[in-house]
């Protein structure tokens, strides 16, 4: 390079550094009127207008240098964070590869890139990124909770608390990795260690209105809502537009349109430039839910459509991915050839019962109701299953699952069943049933099946209109991607009846009870007996006061299962038939006013 050329050039980058950005661009301009092909101009070109949030500006730039030095790993790792700043995650994610690819020991590129890789949802691959980090650089406590959320997302629970507790040991007054270790600690429902996690949190940070959120649901978990929501009220006296705690408090407490949190919310409802869509979402959803108790129907769904027209901005979901998922699990778990296999590997435990329908449909109560049965215990919604999957077989699960599970050997698909069973008798040692209540095994129930060839399986069924509306007017915690838009509701629906239509003949009619949602209310205890009778357990009286049962309970149900039985949901959907035209047409159904 000319000695004046490079002079010029630093002249600019300590303008640069001290924050001139005006007299350093005024110096690469000259310096790139010299030479248009000067690379270190262009790259420092690229980083002034990056920083001076010009990403458009500074994507030609970084392309321009790119391209005179296509080997230059900062050339794609700056280029990368402009891409991320102009949400082109797809594109960044290969940029930050080609950074590993060209140097594999760039930490801050690893990290960027399990970053990415995680908000595009492939969080079996970010996993890969993040463990990377750590081996290169394992004192980053940063990197071990990016690592440790990124396992909880994946359920890998013990994992996750593995990753949080060595985050610790490097850093442990850090409040962030205390509290991803709470909230990980309370999935696991091991009260002792949930209890020993917020007296640390508590003696860390008194007055952190996350910490008294999650104790807010901790309790109402355990039953216990008026501890409830003074944990609740604490945290948003902590921070009022803490809308998350707003929505919880709401739905665990009655509350009037004249309520002060409530004005509070209409105040603020109509503003667009939410700082996260979430924001917005929680803001409507808790406005739907108020209005519609007050019978105020027709608005109260206006901001159900808002709450979930601003969630669904923030998750990949598609009609088209989903059924694709759904025929892969049919043709390989259905396939007589795999089912054929199910006598070498086939657990012959009946501990499991796997309760499944859609989210909505009664499956909450009818788990309450078994679990209060003497020697029945209430698994909730088991990911254990899929985790262990995902802990033997790694990212190639993401790509196809279906296929790569139907590849394993005999031995090893026996594992994991053994696995399985083994779990339930760790945390239900003396229960001859424990209840796995994930809606969404519905997909696989043929390799559920082969897996636990006594188990039972109990399908909980709902009007499909009652069960939609009850699903878009839910915020879930986490998944339940589909919810979130009436057409592709409508259509997630009938591929669920569709699967289940395949199951039925395809499982032995043993195997598989189906009980209706307004049965079960309408006739309660001849229904249970029939339950009952199903699970071969013998009759309890416990189960028709299953509001009684003080198990910990951690779903959108959290309030309702802990009610006597009501049947004021039923038709529920006609309260806003005006507004369900879209749903109707992707359901199939006539008409309805």
Known sequence: MDPSLRALISRAVQHQQRGEHAQAEQLYLQALGIDPKQIDALQFMGML?????????????????????PQRPDFHFNYAKALIDLGRLEEAAQELQSTVDIAPDTTDAW?????????????????????????????????????????????????AIAAFRHGLS??????????????????????????????????????????????????????DFPAARSA??????????????????AYITPLPPDDPLVRRLLGVASQHDWREPSQGANVHFTLGYVLDKDKQYDLAFRHHLEANRLQRQSHHYSTASQKSLQDSMQAVFGDPGFLGRASKF?????????????????????????????????????????????RRIGPALQNDFAGTISGLPDAELAGIAASLVEHLDRIAPGAARVTDKLPANFMMLGLLHALFPNARIIHCRRDPLDTCVSCFTTSFRQG????????????????????????????????????????????????VRKLLDFCGLEWDAACLHFEENPRAVSTASVYQVRQPVYNSAIGRWRRYATHLRPLQEALGLPHLI
């Open 111 to 159: 990290q960027a890139l399990g970053a990415v890789l995680h908000s595009l949802q492939h969080d079996m691959h970010a996993v890969v990124c993040f463990q990377r980090t750590v081996a290169l650089e394992p004192g980053r406590s940063d990197a071990w909770l990016a690592l440790g959320e990124c396992l909880q997302g994946l359920n890998l629970t013990p994992e």
């Open 49 to 69: 207008t990056y920083q001076t949030e010009r990403p458009e500006l500074a994507e030609s730039y970084f392309l321009k240098a790119l391209s005179l030095a």
């Open 480 to 527: 339940q991607k589909f919810t979130n838009d009436l057409t592709e509701l409508g259509e997630y629906y009938r591929l669920y009846m569709e699967a289940m239509d395949y199951w039925r003949g395809v499982l032995p009619a043993a195997n598989l009870y189906e009980v209706t949602y307004e049965t079960l209310v309408g006739d309660m205890e001849s229904e």
């Open 346 to 390: 086939g657990n012959p435990s009946s501990k499991p019962i796997f309760i499944v329908g859609m989210p909505r449909s009664g499956t909450s109560l009818l788990e309450q109701i078994l679990s209060s049965h003497p020697a029945v215990h209430g698994g909730g919604e088991m990911t254990f299953l899929q985790a262990e999957f995902r």
């Open 232 to 249: 609740l009220q604490r945290a948003i006296a902590l921070a009022p537009d803490y809308y998350q705690a707003i929505l919880y408090y």
């Open 170 to 223: 490097i850093s442990p007054s850090e409040p962030r990795l205390h509290l991803a270790l709470l909230i990980s600690l309370m999935e696991l429902r091991v009260d002792a260690e949930v209890e020993a996690a917020l007296a640390r949190l508590t003696a860390l940070t008194p007055d952190m209105p996350e910490l008294h959120y999650n104790r807010g649901v901790w309790l109402a978990n355990k039953g």
